[in-house]
């Protein structure tokens, strides 16, 4: 072998063959180009064989690894068996990489994206994986590889490995139930073993996301082709998947409720009027209906641009002052009253709050907060855009500066004094004590100190209440609420 194939720039001349690969469900075998210096050069191994004819194909409308792709075998194999579902085709030889782009478009798997490992989005988490591990790497290194990369399954994700007997495939197979990843025995070929993880089913299941008529529906409104590349990290309340189109990137979001319709039809002038005002929110490229919903409710979607360098921002002082800059800008933009976030939160502190029974170790701090605001509590301002759920999650950053501010399709109007506060609340604890107190002022500075009081009686009630009963809840929720508290002496 002209190099060893686990590097990135393999040694020696890429000499090139044609192998064949047989594909359940296709006539003729698949012919691929391969080369010295990657996994395979000569034919297409047993194992990888083996995997292609008994690992199930991917589902429509997910997100799929190969891991250590080499020139392509898995990946194509399984992009032309299901073309509605997004391939990652992951190496870190480039030699192998260039190979799997060819043999893709010559076999018509537009679907197949080849990335080396660092270039896949962080948060995005993936339906299933394909690897045949590269067991030459050493048995350390590729435990370390497979646990990082199985940790990013989806719930209900799962993977199926393929490897040689003689190489350690029950050793692997009894690591990876001991580390947390179940897995059976799914084929036992040739002296192979194909071994099944059982799917990811983490405490916080994830709402469906799109079928092949939602993602026709998401075509049709931006004039685009588009492929699911998987979920992306943090959407609990809300399916929140990676398209990819080419190297183009897009965010789609399913949204459940008949109400969502004309709310998205009423963000759209309002987030251009954000934008064009200097606020860093991504382009919103299309939203619209779709099908009827498992509990027959209407459901809609929306589309936004993607920004495959950005993370989630850290709450650093720059961060957290370009945040507090950017929601000034909310001042000149006014929402319909539709949705009033100022009301909302005096309906919540002139309600049932006051008679609520928190539990023995948070009442105290419950009439602390209550004690922040008179009874009743006099109606908010609410003539300006609030965003209504404005926390560090939903603040993504590059270089370690602010460069985008997400999910504003639950906006309202209210005062901006509400996002100021909400964001403040997401980062006690977390941020430097000099970048709260600017939070605070701000928050002030926004409104006035009475509303200041009554936005922050409200994040300190609500974080009390989500504690429940669970000891270590109740714990966080309490050290967050004497910080916030601490605040207003």
């Not at 994986?129 to 799962?158: F, T």
């Not at 580390?179 to 059982?198: C, D, I, M, N, W």
């Not at 492929?227 to 990137?249: M, Y």
């Not at 969502?260 to 309002?270: F, N, S, V």
Request: aromatic share 4%; proline share 7%; with cysteine.
């Amino acid at each position: 072998m002209g190099g060893e194939y686990w590097r990135a720039e393999p040694d020696g001349p890429a000499r090139e063959r044609v192998v064949t690969l047989d594909v359940p469900g296709r006539a003729e075998p698949l012919p691929l180009v391969s080369a010295e210096g990657v996994f395979g050069a000569q034919r297409v191994d047993r194992g990888t064989g083996i995997l292609v004819r008994h690992a199930p194909a991917p589902a429509a409308c997910t997100g799929v690894v190969d891991l250590g792709c080499g020139y392509g075998p898995i990946a194509v194999a399984m992009g032309v068996r299901q073309p509605d579902a997004g391939l990652w085709a992951v190496d870190v030889n480039r030699r192998a990489l260039a190979l799997t782009a060819r043999n893709a478009a010559s076999a018509g798997a537009r679907n197949v994206v080849v990335a080396e490992p660092e270039t896949v989005p962080a948060a995005l988490r993936f339906d299933r994986i394909y690897s045949h591990p590269p067991v030459k790497i050493g048995r350390s290194s590729m435990q370390e590889l497979l646990d990082s990369w199985l940790r990013r399954l989806a719930h209900g994700g799962d993977a199926y490995l393929v490897l040689k007997q003689s190489m350690g495939a029950d050793a692997l197979h009894t690591w990876l139930t001991d580390t947390g990843f179940p897995a059976e025995r799914a084929a036992s070929k040739q002296g192979y073993r194909l071994l099944h993880v059982s799917a990811n089913q983490d405490s916080a299941q994830q709402p469906a996301g799109l079928i092949p008529d939602d993602l026709r529906a998401v075509n049709r409104a931006t004039g685009r082709s588009w492929t699911v590349l998987g979920r992306l990290a943090g959407g609990r309340t809300d399916s929140v998947q990676l398209l990819g189109s080419g190297d183009d990137r897009a965010v789609a979001k399913v949204k459940d409720g008949a109400w969502w319709g004309p709310q998205l039809e009423a963000l759209e002038p309002l987030a251009a009027a954000l934008s064009a005002a200097g606020y860093p929110t991504p382009p919103i490229l299309a939203h619209g209906p779709l099908g009827v919903g498992r509990e027959g409710g209407e459901r809609h979607f929306l589309v936004t641009a993607f920004a495959p360098d950005a993370e989630q921002a850290p709450p650093s002082p720059d961060v957290l002052a370009r945040a507090a800059a950017a929601i000034e800008l909310q001042a000149d933009v006014r929402p319909r009253p539709d949705r009033d976030w100022s009301a909302m939160i005096t309906l919540f502190l002139n309600g049932g709050i006051t008679e609520h029974e928190f539990h023995p170790d948070l009442a105290g701090l419950a009439a602390r907060a209550l004690a922040l605001v008179p009874h009743p509590v006099p109606a908010l301002p609410s003539t300006e855009f609030v965003h209504g759920d404005l926390s560090i999650a939903n603040l993504l950053a590059r270089g370690g500066a602010l460069s985008a501010v997400i999910d504003l399709e639950g906006f309202g109007r209210g005062t901006r004094t509400i996002d100021l506060t909400a964001l403040l609340a997401s980062v006690i604890g977390g941020a430097p004590r000099t970048a709260v107190d600017s939070l605070a002022r701000a928050a002030v500075a926004a409104s006035d100190e009475a509303t200041f009081r009554a936005c922050l009686a409200h994040r300190v009630l609500a974080q009390l209440l989500s504690a429940g009963s669970d000891p270590a809840r109740i714990v966080a929720a309490s050290e967050r609420a004497r910080l916030l508290l601490a605040l207003a002496d």
